[in-house]
């Protein structure tokens, strides 16, 4: 069985969030399977392949050519697609987002000829199920939502003058959605699988509440749509080897954690005090700017806060103000750092995690399996991942309030070695995703 992933991130190529972590990591467990995946992914700029020849493809009523290149992490075999619009520093972020994504898709599919399975993940593959359906490849397809969030809106006049689609497919193929073209909506109509992160967002995103406008054209498509949770790559973030830590440990024996909370405080300058970690986008999903409202509270309760994250300016600002105004007890580290998230990982106390919505969520995965409980939100894959008082904490409102609830109950409870222990202890790998991913393309191509 050749299986195609279709996708814009992947560790260690090219990361933003978790969408990279998956795509970095699924493929090597399906290895275990049996199964020799191959990645598809822009070239962007700075990633390291050899280039191995081109191919052409058709945009705005041109021939253009795409560089082809190969690359290979963990014994995994990348082919990376370049396009001119992607050789910049980081994958999105752009006003052209749209139509660099469009490009990509369309040059993708003419390389997906060999391939049974095609795996398309996000807005920024959405496309694909539908081009399949219009015949330019044979695949079966399976489209998976990372987050329904972002869908990949715009124009049909310039959608149509730069794919040269048949003009039928707006209402025809399900690309049509409040007047605009939605790929997203595209990818669930015309796969013939649709999955997302985990059962619990698979069930609220049929609900008009967590739906992002979607929410009727997955219910009339949830007879295809399943939730599958994602795993870790266990061996990159494992407490006992990660290089990025001084010291190492188990859920065995803690005394390394400690060591390692210890240095955290000592480079944070902070007191030593119950320290929460965040690491986290700064988006409107993680509920960053819900803690700023709630840091008075947690700094009434005796609480260190550790942030590492960027992206809304607003809370950027918000989170360098207070940890100017709160020296010793908030320290915000402000932008992409691999190595300050394995410390804090390791160094902290609790994790907090109060998503408005979370299709799954892998920091509150990587917390557990570093001994630090989360304090999480009872929504989405948080839900099917936490369990509270057991291996983590969980709150209901979406608002400082609940914060400081979920904070209490991590405050009062009367053995945290133990929780943090139990958490270490759950099995957070793929092996388990990846049988079901696997008996997923095997019932597509009959084979069940
Ligand atoms: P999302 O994909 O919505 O951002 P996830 O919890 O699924 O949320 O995955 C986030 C991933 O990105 C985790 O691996 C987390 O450690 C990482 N991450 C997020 N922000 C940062 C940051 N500022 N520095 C380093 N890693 C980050
Ligand atoms: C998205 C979601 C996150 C999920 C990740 C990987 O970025 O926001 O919840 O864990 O994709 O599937």
Not at 54 to 79: C, K
Not at 106 to 112: D, I, N, P
Not at 149 to 163: H, I, L, N, R
Not at 268 to 294: M, Y
């Amino acid at each position: 069985m050749r299986v195609a992933f279709v996708a814009s991130e992947a560790f260690p190529f090219a990361k933003v969030g978790g969408l990279a972590d998956v795509i970095g990591s699924l493929p090597q467990a399906l290895q275990k399977q049996g199964l020799e995946p191959t990645i598809f992914l822009p070239w962007y700029w700075g990633i390291q392949g050899y280039y191995v020849g081109e191919a052409w493809f058709s945009f705005e009523g041109r021939r253009e050519q795409m560089g082809i290149g190969h690359a290979e992490h963990n014994g995994v075999r990348y082919v990376l697609v370049g396009l001119g619009d992607f050789a910049r520093d980081k994958p999105y972020g752009y006003p052209d987002d749209f139509r660099r994504f469009v490009r990509f898709a369309l040059a993708t599919a003419h390389l997906l000829g060999d391939f049974d399975i095609v795996h398309a993940h996000d807005w920024q593959a959405a496309l694909l199920p539908l081009l399949r359906n219009l015949g330019w490849f044979k695949a079966r397809t399976i489209y998976t939502i990372h987050n329904l969030a972002y869908q990949g809106v715009w124009g049909s006049q310039d959608f149509y003058a730069w794919t040269g689609l048949p003009g039928e497919t707006y209402y025809g193929a399900g690309l049509e959605h409040h007047g605009s073209v939605n790929l997203m909506k595209a990818g669930i109509v015309n796969a013939d699988a649709v999955t997302t992160v985990s059962p619990r967002y698979a069930w609220e995103i049929t609900t008009p509440e967590g739906g992002e406008g979607l929410d009727g054209v997955l219910r009339a498509h949830q007879w295809k749509l399943r939730g599958i949770l994602n795993g870790l790559d266990t061996h990159y973030w494992n407490p006992a080897t990660d290089p990025y830590l001084q010291h190492h440990y188990d859920a065995s024996d803690l005394s390394g954690k400690a060591q390692n909370r210890a240095l955290l405080l000592a480079e944070l300058a902070l007191e030593d005090r119950p320290t929460l970690g965040v690491v986290s986008r700064f988006a409107q999903q993680k509920g960053i700017d819900l803690i700023a409202d709630a840091v008075d509270g947690l700094m009434g309760l005796g609480i260190n806060l550790v942030v590492l994250g960027s992206g809304d300016p607003n809370l950027e600002r918000t989170f360098a103000w207070m940890a100017a105004h709160l020296k010793g007890r908030l320290a915000y580290v402000q932008g992409y750092n691999e190595a300050l998230a394995h410390r804090i990982y390791a160094g902290s106390d609790g994790f907090l995690m109060p998503s408005r919505f979370e299709p799954c969520g892998l920091a509150q995965l990587i917390a557990m399996r570093y001994g630090t409980p989360p304090i999480v939100r009872a929504v989405g894959g948080l839900l099917d991942t936490v369990k509270h008082w057991e291996t983590g904490f969980m709150f209901d409102a979406l608002d400082a309030g609940g914060i400081l609830h979920g904070v209490r109950e991590f405050l009062k409870h009367p053995d945290r070695e133990s929780v943090a222990r139990k958490a270490m202890q759950q099995d957070f790998s793929w092996d388990k995703p990846a049988r079901e991913y696997l008996a997923l393309y095997r019932q597509l191509l009959g084979m069940a």
